[in-house]
């Protein structure tokens, strides 16, 4: 619990801190929080590391006290933001209803906050925590170098996220999980609530609905979707990115509303967000860009002809140039995720209804597909509701802040590369954009479940929900617990274990006792062996599940050790390598055995001494002096 707490701590207070002092209502300051304290910790990160101090807790509460400082200061020319209407009593009880739900699969599927998250990614921001507490840099210029064996690290990877969860306390895998947890349910919900407010109180006289019930019923509503948390978080594991996804309501409320100060607050949490993954910019585009542009439709042929003509024909010549611009940009930037492999010969048409019944992509899980039609349903409901209620204009603009996530989500899966383009900035891969979907269809859902309670009873109401929940299956609750047990319990793991009962017992003694002398370890990095660094804390040279960043011995070692053991001991030894971890089940025996790490099977260990052993997996000590190759010999004589 001290470690969720503090994770929550370094995630909303820096930020609600230094808004609040800047005169932010307290509500927008929790909401637009996390935004602005990932800004902070990679400024206080970038710093740090260019002026050769380490990043680690005093020297970011000290960036910290500092930024308050000039907040203090600013303070004294920013005027005061009028105050938030407080939420409706009654609206506590649901409010607290839809927390429950989204952080019960959590509770369920996960086990506990030190269960290994075993997906592709999640093994990668392991690492990450352990490379930024170890080396005492976080910023996205080379934090994460240590990940990168032969030094091809990238110039840039966005690790904003990475830095400012490992301030917390806790090890890194209760610290990787607790983050889960934290930016899951509670960022996601804080940014919910704040949407769903500010549609509301500009919204609501307009969409005939009564004071509090889009607020009250938007967590419950969005609980009953499988993408956030449950695939978003554990299952993709791609977890700047997920933050980053998380922050975009709360960021979309802040930047919709008419105050100049919460629109500049918002401003602030969106650099944040784009930190955190630059993904974001896009799939805020994807939702404000359809808005924007019927708003431009509907508002620029009235304006054409009127006083201000020449100011207006000069905003759209420049508005078309900008959008010239930005499409060439993006077309260069997007070069080195557009060759991702992500065809799986789908059907668009099929990918598009599956995405309006909220049916996952990634993993398949025990779902009574009548929760997901009851949902597709409320959202045709909401938009049926929209069309009746409000302008053309903006009628439009909501549909197509829904339809152009689908059809990127249709298009994400399909052989033909052309349409496929469509979703580059989401790596071509369905599951990355569907928060998207899933956050304005909660809306739309919620909105139609608002106007038909609109004018009903409490008896009538309660009816509903139970409607609801007996429909939903109780909200879903059993697929999204599975797809999060999908993330972390063996033998259930998608697309195969990578450490069982046999690799975690091996890996505790290894994070308890250390290895007997100094050198490193080397093994199938999808079997076990990447854990050794980010939860046992050995010098591993397998950090991540990739080969592709390994030095050439390493490499060849991992490839092909079996049947050059002889030829490639010797080398492995000149490179500090000392230990090998190998585990004797394959693929039949349920283990998750890498294509590229053959040679770490089959290796013939006489002339080796066992460090530890469980079951099938073993850790390896390399003699002091190897026995030399048949090439060798001849070479030498």
């Given at each position: 619990?001290?470690?969720?707490?503090?994770?929550?701590?370094?995630?909303?207070l820096?930020?609600?801190?230094?808004?609040?002092?800047?005169?932010?209502?307290?509500?927008?300051?929790?909401?637009?929080?996390?935004?602005?304290?990932?800004?902070?910790?990679?400024?206080?990160?970038?710093?740090?590391?260019?002026?050769?101090?380490?990043?680690?807790?005093?020297?970011?509460?000290?960036?910290?006290?500092?930024?308050?400082?000039?907040?203090?200061?600013a303070?004294?020319?920013?005027?005061?933001?009028?105050?938030?209407?407080?939420?409706?009593?009654?609206?506590?009880?649901?409010?607290a209803?839809?927390?429950?739900?989204?952080?019960?699969?959590?509770?369920?599927?996960?086990?506990?906050?030190?269960?290994?998250?075993?997906?592709?990614?999640?093994?990668?921001?392991?690492?990450?925590?352990?490379?930024?507490?170890?080396?005492?840099?976080?910023?996205?210029?080379?934090?994460?170098?240590?990940?990168?064996?032969q030094?091809?690290?990238?110039?840039?990877?966005?690790?904003?996220?990475?830095?400012?969860i490992?301030?917390?306390?806790?090890?890194?895998?209760?610290?990787?999980?607790?983050?889960?947890?934290?930016?899951?349910?509670?960022?996601?919900?804080?940014?919910?609530?704040?949407?769903?407010?500010?549609?509301?109180?500009?919204?609501?006289?307009?969409?005939?609905?009564?004071?509090?019930?889009?607020?009250?019923?938007?967590?419950?509503?969005?609980?009953?979707f499988?993408?956030?948390?449950?695939?978003?978080?554990?299952?993709?594991s791609?977890?700047?990115?997920?933050?980053?996804?998380?922050?975009?309501?709360?960021?979309?409320?802040?930047?919709?509303?008419?105050?100049?100060?919460?629109?500049?607050?918002?401003?602030?949490?969106?650099f944040?967000?784009?930190?955190?993954?630059?993904?974001?910019?896009?799939?805020?585009?994807?939702?404000?860009?359809?808005?924007?542009?019927?708003?431009?439709?509907?508002?620029?042929?009235?304006?054409?002809?009127?006083?201000?003509?020449?100011?207006?024909?000069?905003?759209?010549?420049?508005?078309?140039?900008?959008?010239?611009?930005?499409?060439?940009?993006?077309?260069?930037l997007?070069?080195?995720?557009?060759?991702?492999?992500?065809?799986?010969?789908?059907?668009?048409?099929?990918?598009?209804?599956?995405?309006?019944?909220?049916?996952?992509?990634?993993?398949?899980?025990?779902?009574?597909?009548?929760?997901?039609?009851?949902?597709?349903?409320?959202?045709?409901?909401?938009?049926?509701?929209?069309?009746?209620?409000?302008?053309?204009?903006?009628?439009?603009?909501?549909?197509?802040?829904?339809?152009?996530?689908?059809?990127?989500?249709?298009?994400?899966?399909?052989?033909n590369?052309?349409?496929?383009?469509?979703?580059?900035?989401?790596?071509?891969?369905a599951?990355?954009?569907?928060?998207?979907?899933?956050?304005?269809?909660?809306?739309?859902?919620?909105?139609?479940?608002?106007?038909?309670?609109?004018?009903?009873?409490?008896?009538?109401?309660?009816?509903?929900f139970?409607?609801?929940?007996?429909a939903?299956?109780?909200?879903?609750?059993?697929?999204?617990?599975?797809?999060?047990a999908?993330?972390?319990?063996?033998?259930?793991?998608?697309?195969?274990?990578?450490?069982?009962?046999?690799?975690l017992?091996?890996?505790?003694?290894?994070?308890?006792?250390?290895?007997?002398?100094?050198?490193?370890i080397?093994?199938?990095?999808?079997?076990?062996?990447?854990?050794?660094?980010?939860?046992?804390?050995?010098?591993?040279?397998?950090?991540?599940?990739?080969?592709?960043?390994?030095?050439?011995?390493?490499?060849?070692?991992?490839?092909?050790?079996?049947?050059?053991?002889?030829?490639?001991?010797?080398?492995?030894?000149?490179?500090?390598?000392?230990?090998?971890?190998?585990?004797?089940?394959?693929?039949?025996?349920?283990?998750?055995?890498?294509?590229?790490s053959?040679?770490?099977?089959?290796?013939?260990?006489?002339?080796?001494?066992?460090?530890?052993?469980?079951?099938?997996?073993?850790?390896?000590?390399?003699?002091?002096?190897?026995?030399?190759s048949?090439?060798?010999?001849?070479?030498?004589?």
């Open positions: 619990m001290l470690t969720v707490l503090t994770v929550a701590a370094v995630a909303f820096p930020g609600a801190l230094t808004l609040r002092i800047l005169r932010i209502p307290w509500p927008w300051a929790l909401g637009l929080a996390p935004g602005v304290s990932l800004l902070l910790s990679e400024a206080i990160a970038t710093v740090t590391y260019l002026v050769g101090l380490p990043f680690n807790l005093v020297s970011a509460a000290v960036g910290l006290v500092i930024v308050l400082a000039l907040a203090a200061l303070r004294l020319v920013v005027s005061a933001t009028p105050h938030f209407v407080a939420l409706k009593r009654w609206t506590y009880a649901p409010i209803l839809g927390v429950v739900l989204l952080a019960l699969p959590l509770i369920w599927g996960m086990g506990s906050l030190s269960t290994l998250l075993q997906q592709w990614d999640g093994v990668f921001h392991l690492s990450s925590i352990r490379a930024i507490r170890d080396n005492e840099t976080a910023s996205s210029l080379w934090s994460l170098a240590p990940l990168y064996q030094g091809g690290s990238p110039r840039y990877y966005p690790s904003a996220f990475n830095g400012l490992s301030l917390a306390y806790g090890e890194g895998v209760q610290v990787l999980n607790a983050s889960i947890y934290v930016y899951g349910v509670a960022v996601w919900a804080s940014g919910m609530l704040l949407l769903a407010w500010q549609i509301e109180s500009r919204l609501g006289e307009t969409l005939l609905i009564r004071p509090g019930m889009l607020t009250a019923w938007i967590l419950p509503v969005s609980a009953a499988v993408t956030v948390p449950a695939v978003l978080f554990p299952l993709l791609a977890l700047p990115y997920a933050a980053a996804a998380v922050i975009l309501p709360g960021v979309i409320a802040g930047l919709t509303d008419r105050r100049l100060s919460i629109r500049c607050a918002a401003a602030v949490a969106t944040g967000m784009a930190l955190a993954h630059p993904i974001a910019v896009a799939s805020l585009a994807a939702v404000l860009g359809p808005i924007t542009l019927a708003w431009l439709i509907h508002v620029v042929p009235k304006a054409w002809n009127s006083e201000r003509a020449m100011l207006v024909r000069a905003g759209v010549v420049v508005g078309v140039l900008a959008a010239i611009g930005v499409g060439l940009v993006y077309w260069k997007s070069a080195s995720v557009r060759d991702f492999e992500r065809g799986a010969g789908a059907n668009p048409f099929g990918e598009f209804a599956a995405a309006l019944i909220d049916y996952t992509s990634l993993w398949r899980a025990n779902d009574w597909y009548l929760g997901g039609a009851l949902l597709a349903i409320g959202t045709i409901a909401g938009l049926v509701f929209v069309f009746r209620r409000l302008p053309r204009w903006g009628a439009f603009g909501v549909t197509g802040a829904l339809v152009l996530p689908l059809v990127i989500r249709a298009v994400a899966r399909v052989d590369v052309w349409p496929r383009t469509l979703a580059t900035p989401w790596y071509s891969q599951a990355r954009i569907a928060p998207v979907i899933t956050m304005v269809m909660a809306l739309l859902v919620t909105l139609a479940i608002a106007v038909i309670l609109g004018v009903a009873s409490w008896r009538r109401v309660a009816a509903v139970v409607i609801v929940a007996v939903t299956a109780g909200f879903r609750i059993v697929p999204r617990t599975q797809l999060v999908a993330a972390y319990q063996p033998g259930s793991i998608a697309y195969g274990t990578m450490a069982d009962e046999d690799d017992a091996v890996l505790r003694w290894l994070k308890k006792h250390g290895l007997p002398h100094e050198g490193s080397i093994g199938d990095p999808a079997n076990g062996a990447a854990f050794a660094y980010g939860y046992s804390g050995v010098d591993s040279r397998v950090r991540q599940l990739t080969l592709a960043a390994q030095l050439p011995t390493v490499w060849s070692a991992i490839k092909g050790l079996a049947e050059r053991q002889g030829e490639l001991c010797p080398e492995l030894r000149k490179q500090g390598i000392r230990y090998l971890y190998l585990d004797e089940d394959t693929k039949v025996q349920g283990a998750k055995v890498s294509m590229d053959s040679g770490m099977y089959g290796v013939d260990t006489s002339g080796m001494t066992r460090v530890t052993k469980a079951g099938s997996v073993s850790v390896w000590e390399l003699p002091d002096r190897c026995p030399r048949v090439a060798s010999a001849a070479a030498d004589e």
